[in-house]
């Protein structure tokens, strides 16, 4: 009977044993309080005070120049000189033939060439009694070519970039003044890397001129080129020379002399 009662004792320690091992191990009240962990797959939102990534540009090249050229001149523009002394009456009439664009009708004859001769003179002040520059641009300005202006320029290469931008500026040709002011020609076009009116520093590679004197040319500075004739600033530079300042009388500075058209306001 003892030994049924221990048994019966030592079953119920095991019992209590047993489910105090399977109790939680926090209490009741505390797990009612205790709050889950929420997770979401949701991006964060976004904050005010993070920059945004900085993107960088990459600049716009700038335009490289290219090939340009300008020529007014058209089959039959050219008049010859009929007199030793008559390059700038003759140059008068080639000038009116380069701009006129109307049909208005070609200058060439002989008459009205000595007649544009004495107007030049008449314009002109000199000790050799001829026709100078400052006489050329005064006929031009007279007889509705202008305005022209007499401009001496003391370097080569920004006289020939001064006289390209006037004739695309203007459409009209340019009088050069040849040989240290004893002859003169018409620069009637140009070739240039660059367009005068995109790249201000563009550089003349060719010059379109007009020898009156064609085709005698002198012996001392050279044949003349035939009409329409592109020259390289190198050949050109053979007879385009700086102005000898006691061929006339002046107040320009010596330079290389030119018959400039300006733009109308």
């Not at 044993?17 to 009240?29: E, F, G, I, K, Q």
């Not at 009205?112 to 300005?141: D, H």
């Not at 007279?142 to 290469?157: K, L, N």
């Not at 020379?241 to 290389?256: F, H, I, N």
Request: hydrophobic share 45%; glycine share 6%.
């Amino acid at each position: 009977m003892m030994g049924a009662k221990l048994r019966l004792l030592a079953w119920f320690v095991s019992l209590a044993t047993l489910l105090s091992a399977c109790a939680p191990a926090v209490r009741l009240d505390e797990a009612a309080t205790e709050r889950p962990v929420q997770t979401s797959s949701a991006p964060p939102a976004a904050r005010d005070d993070i920059p945004a990534p900085h993107r960088t540009q990459s600049p716009t090249p700038a335009p490289r120049p290219k090939a340009f050229a300008l020529n007014l001149y058209q089959e039959g523009d050219f008049v010859p000189q009929y007199t030793f002394e008559w390059c700038v009456a003759a140059s008068i009439q080639i000038m009116h033939n380069l701009i006129d664009d109307k049909g208005a009708g070609m200058w060439a004859d002989r008459v009205q060439q000595g007649e544009l001769w004495e107007m030049a003179r008449a314009r002109s002040s000199n000790s050799f009694n001829g026709a100078n520059p400052l006489g050329w641009a005064k006929v031009l300005n007279e007889v509705g070519m202008g305005s022209y202006a007499v401009v001496s320029i003391a370097d080569y290469e920004e006289a020939l970039q001064t006289a390209a931008r006037a004739i695309a500026d203007t459409d009209r040709p340019v009088g050069l003044v040849m040989w240290r002011g004893r002859h003169v020609w018409v620069m009637s076009g140009f070739a240039s890397l660059g367009d005068p009116d995109q790249f201000p520093e563009f550089s003349v590679t060719g010059i379109r001129v007009q020898d009156p004197l064609y085709p005698y040319g002198d012996e001392r500075w050279g044949p003349s080129p035939a009409p329409n004739t592109l020259l390289t600033p190198k050949q050109l530079a053979t007879q385009f020379v700086v102005r000898e300042p006691r061929r006339w009388s002046s107040d320009l500075p010596a330079g290389y002399m030119l018959v400039l058209p300006l733009a109308k306001a």
